[in-house]
């Protein structure tokens, strides 16, 4: 097997518009997080972890590493039966809205409900196939919203909580750790002001 070595970088700050475009959609949103560790994966390993068959997933992987998401990272295999490996240029992306670019802003949007969608196929199928735990220190499965009006102190306190979550994620997704839940995280905090009924 022949791999590129070069360290991938644990965040990468999404500016470009077409790869805010292309991360609009919900398949490419899934292509990406389904690299769990620092080893490349081809088109036939990304589908199986997906379900899905290779001739599915050909489209958007071109379409990943066409706008420099996804870059080639080596070979397996010799003479027909070739496969070409990919990683992603980055661990993580930052897709955060530039203020006062509606363009960014709508595809910033479309990112976030495919990635909503994405939760509720996670929730229905965990559901259905009974792999979760609802109580204990080990629960794997939670979800709530909730309104309250927070204070700078309170704000402060929230957002240490939820960099505290990345932090753990970031660090499991890319550590080999096979024996471990899978699970997935969907974080969203906004506010309410300006909203139609929010006052």
Do not use: W
């Not at 097997?1 to 700050?13: D, E, Q, V």
């Not at 661990?91 to 670019?101: A, C, K, Q, V």
Request: proline letters at 5%.
């Amino acid at each position: 097997m022949k791999t590129n070595t070069k360290t991938t970088p644990a965040i990468y700050r999404v500016e470009d518009d077409a790869q805010r475009k292309a991360l609009t959609s919900p398949i490419r949103l899934e292509i990406i997080g389904h690299f769990t560790s620092p080893e490349p994966l081809s088109v036939a390993e990304i589908g199986a972890r997906m379900g899905r068959p290779p001739t599915a997933i050909y489209y958007h992987i071109h379409q990943l590493e066409e706008v420099g998401l996804l870059v080639r990272a080596g070979s397996r295999g010799s003479g027909k039966k070739v496969e070409v490996l990919y990683r992603p240029v980055a661990e993580h992306f930052d897709l955060t809205p530039d203020r006062g670019n509606r363009e960014h802003d709508a595809d910033a949007l479309a990112t976030l409900k495919s990635a909503h969608r994405m939760a509720a196929r996670d929730m229905e199928a965990a559901l259905r196939n009974g792999t979760g735990r609802y109580e204990g220190e080990r629960r794997n499965f939670t979800a709530s919203r909730m309104h309250a009006r927070l204070d700078a102190e309170s704000l402060e306190q929230a957002n240490a909580h939820i960099d505290a979550l990345y932090e753990i994620f970031m660090r499991e997704s890319m550590a080999d750790n096979g024996d471990g839940d899978f699970c997935s995280l969907t974080i969203t905090l906004m506010p309410l002001r300006g909203r139609q009924g929010s006052e």
